[in-house]
């Protein structure tokens, strides 16, 4: 059996100390990736990363300057004229580690348009069978693509299901309070929004496509 190797990445995007205390400290990681802005977070909580990636172009320069010194950290600036975000050149970077589990903390915000660039580029992950998250204080977001059963938790009240690819199909979904038997979603329509989990243990079986998986509290 493959070593797990589980991985945060933690980026500039909106986090509170409850849910990042309740994420680091339910875990053991084994990689710790700061990505440019997310460092500051890091630094509150005074945790040290692996890792720091990014332009530094939103970063406070003196807190990057504490952490240059230290021969254990491995720094990665990035050019600013560069194809990807710092978000996902992190998901690179948690790939070429041999990642199976990441979870992203500071991925969602103010700034739409970075997350929905966030949820896109889990696809790599996905792509390659790596366990992904995003989380945040109200909600938790993944990608799908085939069979996943969802342990029912008293945490989050809704399940959404979103199609990333144009259509997802041969979907049935058992142990929602709204069921489907081999039905499609498409992009456009808002059928797959704020279902409920009835039992303990729910199945989303889908056979095409790809699905966003969003839990929400309320």
Avoid at 41 to 70: R, W
Avoid at 126 to 143: A, F, G, T, V, Y
Avoid at 145 to 173: Q, V, W
């Amino acid at each position: 059996m493959n070593k797990m190797i589980e991985t945060l990445i933690v980026t500039g995007g909106n986090i509170e100390d409850k849910c990042f205390n309740e994420i680091y400290l339910s875990n053991k990681f084994d990689y710790i990736i700061a990505s440019d802005k997310g460092l500051e977070a890091l630094d509150t909580y005074n945790i040290k990363p692996n890792y720091i990636i990014g332009d530094f172009d939103s970063i406070d320069k003196q807190i990057l300057n504490k952490y240059i010194e230290d021969k254990n950290i491995v720094i990665k600036e990035l050019n600013p004229e560069k194809d990807y975000t710092d978000t996902h050149m992190a998901i690179k970077l948690a790939i070429e580690l041999n990642s199976t589990d990441v979870t992203i903390i500071g991925g969602t915000g103010t700034r739409i348009d970075h997350l929905l660039a966030n949820i896109h580029v889990l696809k790599e992950l996905l792509d390659k069978d790596i366990k992904c998250k995003i989380i945040d204080s109200k909600n938790e977001i993944q990608l799908i693509n085939k069979k996943t059963i969802i342990k029912k938790s008293k945490e989050y009240k809704y399940i959404s299901l979103i199609p990333l690819t144009t259509n997802a199909s041969g979907i049935t979904l058992k142990g929602f309070k709204y069921s489907l038997t081999n039905d499609t979603l498409s992009i456009g329509h808002s059928i797959g929004v704020s279902n409920e989990q009835i039992e303990e243990n729910a199945i989303i079986d889908i056979k095409k496509g790809i699905l966003i998986l969003i839990k929400s509290k309320d």
